[in-house]
């Protein structure tokens, strides 16, 4: 057991394609802050929550699938941004929900203000919900919810 009673939450961070090009990348939708000074406040909410979070960033559907697969025994939990593959990608969408471990959905723009083509989440059916539109802060709100929603059973 944890020092505080609270048993360690390992939570996986998975950023999918051209958010490594954050902080140069049309900072009118995702503001500019960088992958890592994203990262950075991740890990220093993480510690906040007592929870540890190890950031995985990948251009390629496959190795975030594999990251999903191989986080089966490892993480208790995925916060996820799968960038343009959010509205692709059915094989992300099958790994989680094969997994079975619960995920909260991020975006930093609000993918509903935005092109049609972006209205549609193929992951929005197998996370436990979506935050989207509130820029890096998305990112904080959905750990806090991720990891309140672990410590409670609310999945
Ligand atoms: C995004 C929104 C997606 O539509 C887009 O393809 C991205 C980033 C966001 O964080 O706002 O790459 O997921």
Redesign the pocket.
Known sequence: MHPKELPLLNILVLH????NLLGKREPE??GSLTLDDINSLLREEASKLDVKVFCLQSNHEGSLIDAIHHGADKYQGILI????Y??TSIAIRDALSAVKIPAVE??????YK?EDF?HHSYIASVVIGQI??FGAQ?YILGLQALTACIRQELY
């Not at 999918?16 to 958010?19: C, E, F, K, V, Y």
């Not at 941004?81 to 343009?84: F, I, L, Y």
């Open positions: 999918g394609p051209n958010l939708f995702y941004n799968a960038g343009a959010t509205h991020v975006h930093l723009s609000n993918i935005r972006r989207s539109g998305s």
